[in-house]
């Protein structure tokens, strides 16, 4: 397996365990939104699976799209429900993470 390979499926399985924590975490916090803890535990759970190397290879980038997709949704609307807005810079980050998520799978 080639180096890059390994550094998508490292991020990756960092990026979405530590969603799904969060979201896990946010389940015992009433001031988050409980569908946005859902989505990002579904969200995470989704990257996790598309991390596993050589399974589901073939639905590996629909798997991290929709992955990235759902943590998005689910930041969006915890910050709506926390601070009463989007909070640009945070969904800058997840973003910025998300295209090295996307390009590494490209590089691989």
């Given at each position: ?44 759970a ?25 943590i ?37």
């Amino acid at each position: 397996m080639a180096v890059f390979s390994w550094i998508l499926l490292i991020t990756a399985a960092l990026y979405g365990a530590l969603s799904a924590y969060g979201g896990f975490a946010g389940l015992k916090d009433k001031e988050t939104s409980l569908y946005g803890n859902v989505l990002m535990i579904l969200g995470g759970a989704i990257i996790l699976i598309a991390a596993v190397p050589e399974v589901l290879e073939k639905y590996q980038l629909i798997l991290l799209i929709s992955g990235l997709i759902i943590i998005h949704a689910a930041a969006v609307l915890n910050g709506i429900k926390l601070y009463g807005k989007i909070t640009v810079k945070h969904h800058v980050f997840r973003l910025f993470l998300s295209a090295i998520i996307i390009l590494l799978y490209f590089i691989k």
